[in-house]
């Protein structure tokens, strides 16, 4: 897995964030979503590339990536890949994102939209139109979005008391199996759980989503961006159940094409190759 990248650790002032880097070519970030790592890119990452110079980090907390403050909000995570891009020598760059990476992503766009040439967004509806529509539904698939985001230590002491039972039964219930994630890829993910820090990111992360970084959406109502956008998701999963994805995201990006991939919540690892074909021809 990941052929010809080399890893690094950066240094930020509110993270070191941990990243592999490898290909020639315009830069393009991967980021990737709860509760996986950046292992999650392993089926794309070395044939995209083939033609880009990749880079793909842990998100602030989770996997190796650590983070320096309890600020986990989309708006310190996005600062935090601004500054690792600038670092490696990228003002301007493309980004392919899923699940949490995805509102990195947007979060991105909206406060540094020179920096953010394209974007792709996988299986995700905006943060506003999730807590819009939760109905009993839909809570019970993303029972995570409230339980994580409860206040105090009660979240970290119930997972870290059996880290691993909790990470499976949460992709479990994303993905209806683990036997669609390759074995080295799922034996990080089960690292990652194991590390009471990474645990309190995905809290500190769940509770600025439903806190922060709700007021930061509610303030950028009507803010468009032009830039290409690729909307992907699962027919399978969840995000299709209550609203059409692609004319969710057209309120953000009035240019977003897009459609759905037969498959769950876990889209590259699902269908890979369905999924490449698709960036291939947006990263165009």
């Known amino acids: 897995m990941f052929a010809g990248f080399e890893e690094i ?5 509110e993270a070191t964030i941990h990243a592999r880097v490898g290909g020639k070519g315009d830069p393009l970030l991967l980021l990737h979503g709860y509760p996986q ?15 880009h110079r990749v880079i793909i980090p842990d998100l602030r907390g989770y996997g190796d990536s650590v983070a320096k403050s309890d600020d986990f909000t989309f708006r310190a995570m996005a600062q935090d890949f601004i500054l690792l891009m600038e670092h490696l020598g990228h003002s301007q760059f493309q980004v392919v994102s899923h699940d949490r990476g995805s509102r990195v992503a947007h979060r991105m766009v909206l406060d540094h939209p020179d920096a953010v040439r ?33 206040p105090g230590d009660m979240p970290r002491r119930l997972i870290n008391g059996d880290p691993i039972l909790f990470l499976h039964s949460a992709l479990l219930g994303l993905s209806g199996s683990t036997d669609l994630f390759a074995k080295e890829a799922l034996a990080e993910y089960e690292r990652a759980a194991r590390n009471p820090d990474v645990v309190a990111a995905w809290c500190g992360d769940y509770s600025a ?7 930061h959406d509610r303030e950028n109502l009507g803010q468009t961006s032009d830039i290409p956008c690729l909307v992907l998701w699962g027919s399978k999963g969840a995000v299709a159940h209550h609203i059409d994805p692609l ?6 990006f009035p240019n977003a094409v897009g459609h759905a991939v037969d498959a769950g919540h876990f889209l590259v690892e699902e269908r ?3 999924v490449l074909e698709a960036l291939i021809e947006h990263l165009r």
Request: hydrophobic residues 50%.
């Open 247 to 252: 004319e969710a995201w057209k309120v953000w």
């Open 272 to 274: 890979p190759t369905e």
């Open 118 to 150: 394209s974007v792709a967004i996988l299986d995700i509806l905006p943060t506003l139109d999730v807590w819009r529509v939760m109905d009993d539904w839909l809570a019970k698939k993303y029972y995570h979005w409230s339980f994580l985001a409860q």
């Open 9 to 13: 650790d950066v240094a930020l002032p």
């Open 209 to 215: 989503g439903a806190s922060t970084d709700l007021d």
């Open 37 to 51: 790592t950046h292992f999650m890119w392993h089926p794309v990452a070395e044939q995209l590339a083939e033609t």
